[in-house]
């Protein structure tokens, strides 16, 4: 659990700033799927080799590229046809994150097939383990409570400074 949060928390404090400085009307949406593709690979493999250990070799593929590349395709497919793509982009954006913050720790039986299937090479950095960060995982939901707090009242301020109460707005 602290691995999805830490995927899920430091995946908002790289998409966050994006959408301020490049805002779109979509932009909840496209925040939405990048989370779920940061936290999809684990979502689509932990559960069943956490309940059903003899199949991990099977379901290694969902973490893999070419099985974020399945599922982020499948998932983009429940969408209205215009905002596939989109869907699409977003949910593999974040999967790849995701495999980005993977490749820095250390894996007993290797996590980070890349090339799969046409190699079982683990391309990971291997700098700390993944329990090493349970500690951690408080500091980044922290700080991006912190930076959504500090953008909400930002956005406020700025609101204010563009159109003050005593002057009524133009819409």
Not at 83 to 107: E, I, S, Y
Request: charged fraction near 20%.
């Amino acid at each position: 659990m602290p691995d999805l949060v830490t995927h899920a928390a430091i995946g908002y404090l790289i998409r966050r700033p994006v959408e301020i400085l490049r805002p779109s009307r979509d932009d909840a949406s496209k925040r939405m799927l990048f989370f779920l593709g940061v936290i999809l690979p684990d979502i689509l493999s932990r559960p069943i080799y956490i309940l059903l250990p003899g199949l991990h070799d099977w379901v290694v593929a969902f973490h893999t590229p070419a099985g974020l590349l399945a599922a982020s395709g499948l998932l983009a497919s429940r969408f209205e046809k215009p905002f596939r793509p989109t869907a699409f982009r977003f949910l593999v954006a974040g999967g790849l994150f995701h495999f980005l913050l993977d490749c820095f720790q250390k894996q007993v039986t290797g996590n980070n097939f890349w090339l799969f299937p046409f190699s079982y090479h683990d391309f990971g950095f291997s700098l700390f383990w993944a329990g090493d960060i349970v500690a951690f995982a408080p500091v980044w939901v922290g700080l991006a409570v912190l930076m959504e707090i500090g953008l909400r009242f930002g956005s406020r301020h700025r609101k204010a400074e563009i159109c003050p109460p005593d002057k009524p707005s133009i819409s």
